[in-house]
Every structure is written in structure tokens, then in C-alpha cells.
């Protein structure tokens, strides 16, 4: 039996559970029999809440915009990225929490209002419209839920005062989500406080079910609200390596790269301005220029209604929310197998630099669209260059960069398919909808070529690559045995 005590435990994070049960069950029943003074009290505040930001649009818009953060789209966005962060760190059971905690919110919340059939807050000053019944409030249920989750998960990853700091930033959220829903007039002040305690109970329930299954398995208990559901876990849920050079030199070696990447982002904006005003200079605008006005010609004429659908669907894949899903997605998933922010920094830097001298380059030239019926209207920008297919280019091709730069397999040859593909489909299709001319297409080609190859050369997305054996790509996860030995040798690693 091993000699280490149990760390202590107290009942208070019982004792909170508990009031927070009896405190949902009371309100659930209240509201079920329409208790009058809780009504009235309702009414009253929801009346009192919805004259504050009434006649001020900013306000409405800052409190809109917070009440976002608690929507499910952006809940099981990060939930779901945690969790295969996690699972590519082979921390199953964290993963497994993360999505079944989630999961139970998603499913509490539609049968209790089914169940209760609270109609919807209505004020004088409607700013904000919710669909479904009210009790409880989705958004400070699915808020509370799946922020303390993510709490409890990555609470060893900090300490001291961004321990204090990450605490602080998840109360706050939770409750200007909460409180967002009801300056907006959606929800009485009983939904919110009724998901809360109902968030709470369920927190309380799935983090014992969680001590469960460590006991189970021979762990020490731990207390989930100042150690984490899994302490021993540090390591795994830290984003990245420790940097261990000296921070003057290190800070005087980004600088030195970040002066880099902007001149070099500037030279190559400049550079493909100049060839625009040069396309518009010589009057070739909509001129034949390396078939500028053939083939867009030749595209809308042998337009059928099948083609027009497929090439929506093609297109669509290089606009601005395909290209950032699969941005972010890339990003959570380099991050977790590198352990490195390196390839995040690159891939970050290509995206953003790209939109950027998409939109200065495009103002500068204002080259019109090619002289066919277009099938995209009222688009903002001009056609040179094309901004679908320089995004395109950017991120499938660097992220097959970065994955040729970290794995070793044969397997890796396979995101050539998509780093030449999808720029072949988006320049297909964008010129099929009379959006962009020939050379459009290719000024975006050799944007993407110059500063890719510019971003990779001054930002060095694999020089983590390898570790110094040479032997096997880093981040790849250990065996768990092997976790308390890798803390240990973490400051000389590297």
C-alpha cells in the first residue's frame, strides 16, 4: 500500500452541488406552477433589463456579440477541438468527459423546456428574438457546462497567477453570457439562474463519475476545483513545449524574423499591384491577354444547370468560412501532435498575410469582372486577383509544407492530392461563374508561390521537426508510463 496520504478533501464542492440541485428543483417547480410572486418578479426585471440597453445599437451589438460565445456552434467548436487535442495526446478519458459533459448539456437543456413550456420574455422594446421555450437558458447552460469542463480539464496546464487569471476569465465569461441573455429580453431572470444551478449539478455529477473511474483504476483521488480532474496530466495539456532560450535572445530573433515576413509581404504586394495597374494601364481590363476574354467566353457558353450547382459547391470551398474552419481545424491539429506553436505561427501568418494583400492589391488595381453574366452578385471587391484561389493555394499547400516537414510516412505524399486539387477546382470554378479572368487566377498563383516561399524561409515552420536524435517526429505521444519521466526531463530537453 503505498505510504503517500490522500490529499485532504473538504465537502464544500459537495455542499455547492447539493444547494445547486435543491436550488434547480425549486425553481423548476416554481416555474412549472407558474408561482405568482416569481412571475411577477420576472416580468418586472425583464421589463427593468430590456428599458437599459433599449435605444443604444453598440450596447445591443457588444451584448450580442457576447452572447454568441455561449451559442452551440462555438461551445462544440471548442469542445470538439479540445477533445482531439486530447485524443491525439492519447488522454482518452479526458476526451471522453469533455464530449459525454457537453453532450448531457445538449440534451438537458431541449427536454426541460419541452417539459416545463415557459413561453419567452415579451417586452416593450423586442431587441433580440429567441426561438424554442425559455426555461431553462441554453446559453448559460451550455456556458457554464462547457467552460467549467474545459476548466476542469485544463486547470493543471496553468499555475500560479495565470492559474488565478484563467479562473477569473472563465467566471466572468459564464456570467456575461448569462447576463447577456437577459439585457437582450430572451430569458426571465429564473431561466438563468435555473441553467446555472442546473450547470453546476451536472458539473458536480460527471466530475464524480470521473473520480470514479480513476479510483477504478488504482489513481489517487484528486479535488477537481483546485487540481484539475487530472493533475499527473500537465504535461499533455499544455499547448506547447517550454521555450528554454534566454528571452532577450529570443524576443531579438522574432524581431528579427517578424521584420522579415512584413518586408517580404510588403515586396510581394507591391510587386503584384504593380502587374495589376500594368494589366489596367495597357488597357486589358477586359482585354485577350493570355486568354482573358476567351475562355471566361468560353465558360459561360457551355454553362448547364448541373455544372452551375457543382460549381457553387467548388467555389464555396474557397470562401472565407470554409477556408477558416479548416485554418483553425489545421492549427488545433499541429499544435497537438508538434507541441509547438511554429507551424500555428506560420500557418497564421500565410492566412492572415494573404487576406490582407488580397484586399490592398484588389483596391489598388480595381480590374473589373470579366464581361459574362456573372452567377455571384454584388460581390465587394474587383477581380484582381482572385481571392478564393490565392487562400486556397496558401492553405492546402502550406499545410502540406508543414506536414512533409513533421512526418516520415508514405502517407504524407497524400496531401499533395489536396494541395494541387482543391487550387485546380477553385480556378476552374471561379472563372466557369465569370468571377475572375485567366490572369487573374494566375497573379493569385504567384502571390501564394512567393509568399510561401518567403514565410517558410523567414519563419521556419519544421525546425522542430525532428527531435535531435533525428529519429522521430516530436509531439508524437508517449507510452503514459513514461509521463512523470518526460515532466522531469522537460527543462533539459530543450
Known sequence: MSSVAAPRRTLLPLAVVTVAALLFALLLLLVRLQWAPLESADHRAAAWLNSLVAGHPAVVRVIKAVTWLGSSGVLWTLTGAAAVV??????????????????????????????????RPVVAHPIAHGTGDSFPSGHALGSIVCYGALYLVFLPAVRGTWRRAFTAVIAALIAAIGISRLLLGVHYLSDVLGAWALGITWLGLTAFAFELSRQATGEPVT???????????????????PETTMDHDRARRNGRTAAGVIVGWVLIVGALAGIGKLIMITHNGNGNLLGDHAIPHWFAAHRTPSLTNWSLIASN??????????????????????????PVIFLAAVMFGELAAFLLIAAIVQRPRPDVPNLDSHLPTSAFPSGHMAATTCLYVGIAILVFGHARGWWRYLFLIPAIGMPVLIAVSRMYRGEHHPTDILASVLFAALWLTAATMLIKPNQDGRDRAGRRPLGLPRRKGTDHSREEAAPAAH
Open 223 to 241: 479535488d477537481p476545483v483546485t487540481e484539475g480532474l487530472e493533475p499527473e496530466a500537465r504535461t499533455d495539456l499544455q499547448p506547447a513545449e
Open 86 to 119: 486530447l485524443a491525439i495526446r492519447r488522454r482518452w478519458r479526458l476526451a471522453i468527459y469533455l464530449l459525454v459533459t457537453g453532450a448531457g448539456a445538449l440534451t438537458l437543456d431541449p427536454v426541460l423546456k419541452s417539459l416545463v413550456g415557459r413561453l
Open 317 to 342: 470551398l474557397g470562401a472565407t468560412q470554409d477556408i477558416l474552419i479548416v485554418s483553425v481545424a489545421a492549427c488545433v491539429v499541429f499544435i497537438a501532435v508538434t507541441r509547438h506553436w511554429r
